[in-house]
């Protein structure tokens, strides 16, 4: 099964996740894997598409509307409730919101760890395919269609970037205080 996702908590801890449920654990920087996919509540086996540290928790996103939390009590990954059902394809944020994002244009922010969540109004109909946070906390995410999304209040609203030219994104990285590099 292929790999789509893979995330660390610090530098021993990290995650890797992907189709059909696919869902492997590293203690030790990455020098060995243990899967987990009897930690997860995804009875379907749905394709997990991201992973990812928000504020001291961590939350994998995937089709169907799934969102994971880790519960460190039990070392298992919980469903948690949203009000959208369709693919989420990323998470970001940090210690103020997690904010998650996926197909029709559809942005989800919890100020609660994952308790309540509040749909975030983007103005689009496209899949929001990646995203990622600055040192000032800007929240950027990007379309398939081209289109850059930047939050300055934490994920609460998002306002369409001016860019030079639209390119269909699958990834996005900030690389300084006025650049980004998006990957498609």
């Given at each position: 099964?292929?790999?789509?996702?893979?995330?660390?908590?610090?530098?021993?801890?990290?995650?890797?996740?992907?189709?059909?449920?696919?869902?492997?654990?590293?203690?030790?920087?990455?020098?060995?894997?243990?899967?987990?996919?009897?930690?997860?509540?995804?009875?379907?086996?749905?394709?997990?598409?991201?992973?990812?540290?928000?504020?001291?928790?961590?939350?994998?996103?995937g089709e169907q509307g799934l969102l994971l939390k880790l519960d460190r009590g039990t070392g298992q990954f919980?469903?948690?409730?949203?009000?959208?059902?369709?693919?989420?394809?990323?998470?970001?944020?940090?210690?103020?919101?997690?904010?998650?994002?996926?197909?029709?244009?559809?942005?989800?922010?919890?100020?609660?760890?994952?308790?309540?969540?509040?749909?975030?109004?983007?103005?689009?109909?496209?899949?929001?395919?990646?995203?990622?946070?600055?040192?000032?906390?800007?929240?950027?995410i990007v379309s398939q269609a081209g289109h850059v999304l930047l939050s300055r209040d934490d994920g609460a609203?998002?306002?369409?970037?001016?860019?030079?030219?639209?390119?269909?994104?699958?990834?996005?990285?900030?690389?300084?205080?006025?650049?980004?590099?998006?990957?498609?």
């Amino acid at each position: 099964n292929p790999f789509l996702d893979v995330g660390f908590e610090n530098a021993s801890t990290g995650y890797l996740v992907g189709a059909f449920g696919l869902i492997l654990r590293t203690t030790d920087g990455g020098a060995s894997w243990q899967p987990l996919l009897h930690a997860t509540e995804n009875p379907k086996a749905l394709h997990l598409y991201a992973v990812r540290s928000v504020g001291g928790e961590t939350y994998i996103a995937g089709e169907q509307g799934l969102l994971l939390k880790l519960d460190r009590g039990t070392g298992q990954f919980r469903a948690l409730e949203l009000p959208y059902k369709g693919t989420l394809f990323g998470i970001t944020g940090n210690d103020r919101a997690v904010v998650v994002h996926g197909l029709r244009g559809t942005v989800l922010r919890s100020t609660d760890a994952g308790r309540s969540w509040q749909t975030v109004n983007t103005g689009l109909q496209v899949g929001l395919t990646a995203s990622s946070i600055d040192a000032q906390g800007r929240i950027v995410i990007v379309s398939q269609a081209g289109h850059v999304l930047l939050s300055r209040d934490d994920g609460a609203s998002f306002a369409l970037a001016q860019t030079d030219r639209s390119e269909p994104a699958a990834a996005v990285a900030i690389v300084g205080p006025s650049s980004l590099v998006v990957g498609g």
